[in-house]
T-cell receptor, first 111, second 115 residues
Framework: QKEVEQNSGPLSVPEGAIASLNCTYS??????FFWYRQYSGKSPELIMF????GDKEDGRFTAQLNKASQYVSLLIRDSQPSDSATYLC???????????FGSGTRLQVQP | NAGVTQTPKFQVLKTGQSMTLQCAQD?????MYWYRQDPGMGLRLIYY???????DKGEVPNGYNVSRLNKREFSLRLESAAPSQTSVYFC??????????????FGEGSRLTVL
């Protein structure tokens, strides 16, 4: 069973701070990694994807990948109350060609 | 452009009843998926269809059947609903070209309650 693990939270940060969300995965052969954001009662939406070791930046978001440690993270700089949501880490299951999702981390940004 | 459309959005069933969740995408995507989401469990893959004419089991297929009717449509059927199938069901589609999976586009979800 290929697994994706996340701390369920809630992770609470003050407005303007950096939020750090973490994810580990069990399949050492995984090549593609995704972060989705899901507001309460809504469907998930893609924030970022990362394929290579290192950092990938997009606006206030930075995804970090360390394949040796089987670790993916998402940093949100200058956190805003509108960033309050559940963040889902997902890993491509190459055997099934479908995404395996973690259970998500709930982020609360306090005004 | 509607994207991924799921029907119905809400449904209440009694144990043992059957129903079909419908999903259609207008993005000409090859791959389609059905996930269920339970509190604290994240999204779990039920079935997927990598291309028209093919379907495969995911992580939690028991109690479900699927049909890839054509490239646009992918339906999920519960033959004899059980309370354990109370969940939010999401249909998704993707282009899925090459060795890497492209972005998943999700429908709005179907909230199913089985009494």
């Amino acid at each position: 069973q290929k697994e994706v693990e996340q701390n369920s939270g809630p992770l609470s940060v003050p407005e303007g701070a950096i939020a750090s969300l973490n994810c580990t995965y069990s399949d050492r052969g995984s090549q593609s990694f995704f972060w989705y954001r899901q507001y309460s009662g809504k469907s998930p939406e893609l924030i970022m994807f990362i394929y290579s070791n290192g950092d990938k930046e997009d606006g206030r978001f930075t995804a970090q990948l360390n394949k040796a440690s089987q670790y993916v993270s998402l940093l949100i700089r200058d956190s805003q109350p509108s960033d309050s949501a559940t963040y889902l880490c997902a890993v491509l299951d190459t055997g099934r060609r479908a995404l395996t999702f973690g259970s998500g981390t709930r982020l609360q940004v306090q005004p | 452009n509607a994207g991924v459309t799921q029907t119905p959005k809400f449904q209440v069933l009694k144990t043992g009843q059957s129903m079909t969740l419908q999903c259609a995408q207008d993005m000409n995507h090859n791959s389609m998926y059905w996930y269920r989401q339970d509190p604290g469990m994240g999204l779990r893959l039920i079935y997927y269809s990598a291309s028209e004419g093919t379907t495969d089991k995911g992580e939690v297929p028991n109690g479900y059947n699927v049909s890839r009717l054509n490239k646009r449509e992918f339906s999920l059927r519960l033959e004899s609903a059980a309370p354990s199938q109370t969940s939010v069901y999401f249909c998704a589609s993707s282009e899925a070209l090459g060795p890497r999976l492209e972005e998943l586009f999700f429908g709005e979800g179907s909230r199913l309650t089985v009494l």
